[in-house]
């Protein structure tokens, strides 16, 4: 379902302009399945905040590497509970999912 999002930037090498694919296709896709509209937001919201963040300044592997592993486990579990999940489960992910990339933002 969501996993094709992780298939394509693995294939475009995890650059900046693979993670805004990911972001436009995301977009994209919330017209189509509407009852997915949450879970693609978000999806799309933690490519862009790579995209914002990485555009125009240097990327150590580091900073890549967790860059990464946050969003396969953001895709990953939208994926997982939208899959085969209850309602409740679909909430349960998209609030973990939302709590994680809010963890993420750096006070200003």
């Known amino acids: 379902m969501f996993e094709t999002f992780l298939k394509d930037l693995n294939e475009q090498g995890g650059s900046?302009?693979?993670?805004?694919?990911?972001?436009?296709?995301?977009?994209a896709r919330i017209t189509s399945e509407p009852e997915n509209a949450a879970a693609?937001?978000?999806?799309?919201?933690?490519?862009q905040r790579f995209v914002e963040a990485y555009d125009d300044q240097p990327?150590?592997?580091?900073?890549a590497d967790e860059?990464?592993?946050?969003?396969?486990?953001?895709?990953?579990?939208?994926?997982?509970?939208?899959k085969d999940g209850s309602e409740a489960e679909k909430l349960s992910a998209l609030n973990k999912a939302?709590?994680?990339?809010?963890?993420t933002i750096k006070a200003g």
Not at 16 to 27: F, L, M, N, S, T
Not at 59 to 63: D, E, N, P, R, V
Not at 67 to 82: C, G, M, P, Q, S
């Open 40 to 47: 693609l937001l978000l999806i799309a919201y933690a490519a």
């Open 16 to 27: 900046v302009r693979a993670y805004e694919g990911c972001a436009v296709k995301a977009h």
């Open 98 to 103: 939302s709590a994680r990339l809010a963890a």
């Open 59 to 63: 990327l150590t592997m580091t900073a």
């Open 67 to 82: 860059e990464l592993e946050l969003f396969t486990e953001i895709v990953n579990r939208l994926d997982a509970a939208f």
